[in-house]
Each structure stands twice: as structure tokens, then as C-alpha cells.
């Protein structure tokens, strides 16, 4: 008989969303639980042996008090599935944590609460290696010289950083390498981290369930872990509903701030269509028409009624610096001219200075607004 697993990692819920506002943070914090229920519902409906989660399945000090109670009803619930939690660096075992407050956790439920390696049973010949984090920030090795003990096969089940893998701005905690577990004896490891999704001849991140921002484009799932005759096979299940996508806008062509609304809303229109949630990052580029008078701050405000979510990222030109600079002996291209050899020969900490003068005094030329 195989051993199954559905292995998830970084739920995150009740995540802050800092910076999205009440309402639209509010509507992530219900996707993102709505992505755990779909993960619970996918465990029965697989008919899995065990559930395993590789931390960070919810924001320690952001959690409502009703959280536990929740945990508890909706992990017992899954019985006879067991289910086993390492938590993360988001969600430490500390004294004052909600897996504390869990209280007698349901007999399904198997907490790895220490920061050193224990073990449980899944099977004859099958054994299960956890640890939890007990603190915020653990940059620790993750295994240093732990060795798995014992005869069959052994799995591990972990939230920490690939030393090898690390994406940009991720906090390194528990850092390990395949290597370490390769030296472990483990056929397999189960780990929780990164949010995008990684597999790796030993280990996998199946990734958080849902993307938090635009960054995290890679993919989120669930995987199928399957242990048979000691060798193990993983299989990855999409379970986002949420995307964020890019749309690029030129905005040489239109003339005037209306004109634009109307083009980028037309183009979000069919950038959201279809199933589940997307959150756009509009692209302006492109140089502005003399007549364009370009506000972002508020396109985005006007965007946000109809596509909550939707971010502007403005990288247009205002005005043409180098048309500008070659028209003739006209007191504009003089302007230009000047500040340029000056920002050239001004050091580097004066030189965003000098930039914004430029800006403005072209913006004051071409009568336009300065941008929020
Ligand atoms: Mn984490």
C-alpha cells in the first residue's frame, strides 16, 4: 500500500497585506483562507494519509483569538488524515503562541513544537522528522548533524531556507542545502519557506497557496507526496486563485488623462476576466503628448473603484529631454543643456537633486502638474 501526503506550506493566514488598505486587505485575508479550506478539502477528497504542514500557516500576533478554536475544529475535522505542523519563522512556537492556545491539540494533530528534530510514525518502515521554530528570526543551520536513526524510510519536515535557491529579500532562516539532507538519510524532505514553487531531486516548496504580490510569480500548489517500496514521488497541484499580472500601457497615444482611463480600463477589463481574483500592476511607459497632463496617484484611485488591487507604476516621460535639448537657442533647451552638465559633474548623493530641478522645470515648460 502507498503511504500518501498532501504537503502545503505558508498559508499565512490573517497576513497584514500592508499597504492594500482595510477593505481590499480584509478580501486577501478571505482568499487566503479560502485557499486553506480548498487544501482541506483536496486532503479528504484524495483520501491522503497525512496532511503535512511546512510552517507558516498563519501570522503569529495577527491572529483574531478566535483562530485556535478555528485550527481546531477545521484539523480535527480531517480525522482519520493525520495531520503534522512545523511552524515557521511567521508562526513560532513561542509560550505565548496560538498552537500553545490550541490547547489539547485534536488526536489527528501532531505539532513539532522544538527546535530539534522528533520523530513519528506513519507507517511500518516509515518515519516522519519535524522541528519547529521557537522564535522569530532563526538563523540557525536548519540540520547541521542530525541523522536520521533507525531502519525504512525516512521523510522530513521542515520550514527553512535553500542556502542554493535564495530569491531576492527573503529572510534567511534555518538555511540547509540538499546536500545536509541527502546526509540525513532522508529520501525526502517536505519543506516551507519560499513562496514560489521549487522542486528539488530531495526536497520541494510547493509554495504558498495564494501569491501575496506581484513578485511572487512563480507557482502555488499543493503536492501529492506518494511513499512506495522506500522510494517517494511528488506530484504539484495549482491551488491559487489569485493572480497578479503585468499590463503594459503606451501612453504616446493619447492626449488627454480621460482618454487614458478609458484605454487602461478597457485593458483591465480583459486582464480580469475569467475565474478567481487578478490584481494588476499597470505599466505606464512611453513619452507623454505635450497636451497630457499625466496625474497617477489619481488614475490609480479612479482604477481602484472598479479593479480593487490595481497598482500604477509610472515609468512614462513627461517631456522629451533630447528633442528638447537639440530644438535651437531656445531658453529650454538651454535648461537642459545646463542641468545636465551639472548633474554630470555634481557628486552622486546631489544628483537626485539636481534631477527632480530638472523634471520640474521641464513640467513647468509643457505647463503640467508635478506628480503626487
Ligand atoms: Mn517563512
Same mark, same amino acid.
Given at each position: ?27 486577501? *485575508? ?32 495577527? $491572529?483574531?483569538?478566535?483562530? $485556535? ?93 535553500? *542556502? ?96 487614458? $482611463?478609458?484605454?487602461?480600463?478597457? +485593458? ?12 494588476? *500592476? ?76 530638472? *523634471? ?6 509643457? +505647463? ?5
Amino acid at each position: 500500500m502507498p503511504y500518501r501526503i498532501l504537503h502545503i506550506a505558508d498559508v499565512h493566514l490573517d497576513m497584514a497585506f500592508a499597504g492594500a488598505g482595510t477593505a481590499l486587505g480584509r478580501i486577501h *485575508r478571505k482568499e487566503l483562507e479560502a485557499a486553506f479550506e480548498r487544501a482541506l478539502g483536496l486532503a479528504k477528497e484524495r483520501r491522503v494519509d497525512a496532511l503535512c504542514i511546512a510552517g507558516d500557516l498563519y501570522e503569529d500576533g495577527r $491572529a483574531g483569538s478566535d483562530r $485556535a478554536a478555528y485550527l481546531r475544529d477545521v484539523l480535527g475535522d480531517l480525522a482519520p488524515i493525520r495531520v503534522f505542523i512545523s511552524p515557521g519563522n511567521h508562526d513560532p512556537h513561542t509560550p505565548a503562541s496560538m498552537y500553545e492556545r490550541m490547547g489539547d491539540a485534536p488526536d489527528n494533530v501532531t505539532i513539532f513544537g522544538r527546535r530539534r528534530f522528533a520523530s513519528a510514525t506513519l507507517a511500518e518502515g516509515l518515519t516522519l522528522w519535524g522541528f519547529g521554530h521557537e522564535h522569530g528570526i532563526d538563523r540557525d543551520p536548519a540540520i547541521g548533524d542530525f541523522t536520521c536513526e533507525g531502519p525504512g524510510t525516512h521523510l522530513l519536515l521542515f520550514h527553512g531556507s535553500d *542556502r542554493d535557491h535564495m530569491p531576492p529579500d527573503k529572510d534567511g532562516v534555518a538555511p540547509f542545502s540538499g546536500a545536509e539532507i541527502e546526509r540525513t538519510g532522508a529520501a525526502y524532505a517536505m519543506v516551507g519557506h519560499f513562496h514560489g514553487m521549487l522542486q528539488a531531486p530531495r526536497y520541494a516548496y510547493p509554495g504558498s497557496l495564494e501569491p501575496h504580490t506581484v513578485a511572487q510569480d512563480g507557482r502555488h500548489t499543493v503536492s501529492l507526496v506518494t511513499i512506495q517500496d522506500g522510494r517517494v514521488s511528488a506530484d504539484f497541484i495549482d491551488i491559487n486563485r489569485v493572480r497578479y499580472v503585468d499590463v503594459d500601457i503606451d501612453i504616446t497615444h493619447y492626449g488627454y488623462q480621460a482618454e487614458l $482611463a478609458r484605454a487602461v480600463d478597457e +485593458r483591465l477589463a480583459t486582464a480580469t476576466e475569467g475565474d478567481g481574483a487578478t490584481y494588476c *500592476r499597470v505599466r505606464l511607459g512611453g513619452l507623454a503628448q505635450d497636451s497630457l497632463d499625466l496625474d497617477a496617484a489619481s488614475l490609480e484611485d479612479d482604477l481602484a473603484e472598479r479593479f480593487p488591487g490595481t497598482r500604477i507604476v509610472d515609468g512614462s516621460a513627461a517631456v522629451d529631454l533630447d528633442a528638447a535639448a537639440r530644438e535651437g537657442p531656445t531658453v529650454r533647451a538651454h535648461f537642459v543643456r545646463s542641468m545636465r552638465d551639472r548633474i554630470a559633474a555634481a557628486p552622486v548623493t546631489e544628483r537626485p537633486l539636481l534631477e527632480d530641478a530638472l *523634471r520640474y522645470g521641464m513640467l513647468a515648460f509643457a +505647463r503640467k502638474s508635478i506628480p503626487a
